[in-house]
């Protein structure tokens, strides 16, 4: 068991720590994402770029990796609930070994796992995400409060059993975004702004 654990954790934090943003501006627009706004990988910080598509790419990659990787845990490592693998995943994206531990906020991956580990759960959360972002037009504002309703939603929807593994993922978004709080506080947090698209 002990050995499971470790490689469903070590599976979950490869998945996690692939750089789909990065990648994805090398590949299609020749730029380090790391140099450009916030020097943050995720979909923000790409659409800032200009690129749109690669954006949009970039948030379902993201999200997708760490779906993927909890749904094949439930596959390999039956005996386990797929928790294990979903902080490995999330903590891959936040903390990727290959770019010195300087990743993502986690938001997109985390909405992943949710969706794999209970997709009422997760489609309730994207659901918040998409409404709170539409309304208040700040991608960080989106995201913490879909973070503070994710453990809400576990309670009520079906998934209590994850309840403390969804409120720790939470919590680790907000520790990423402490930053964006100092701004959203002092009414400094940027707002979404859509440039033409580059591609």
Known sequence: MILEII???????LFGAIPFGLLLCF???GEDIRKIGSGNIGATNVLRTGHKGLAIATLILDGAKGA???LLAFYVFK???GSIVAIGAVLGHVFPVWLKFKGGK???TT???LLALSWPVGVASCITWL???FLFRIS???ALIAMVSAPVFSVLLGGSQYVFIIGFLALLVFIRHHENIKRLLNGEEAQIKLKKDKI
């Open 79 to 81: 005996d386990l609930d």
């Open 7 to 13: 490689l469903s954790f070590l599976m979950g934090y």
């Open 111 to 113: 909405l992943g796992v």
């Open 140 to 142: 960080s504002l989106a």
């Open 27 to 29: 590949l299609f627009g």
């Open 131 to 133: 409404i709170s972002a």
């Open 106 to 108: 986690g938001v997109a």
């Open 68 to 70: 993927i990787a909890v």
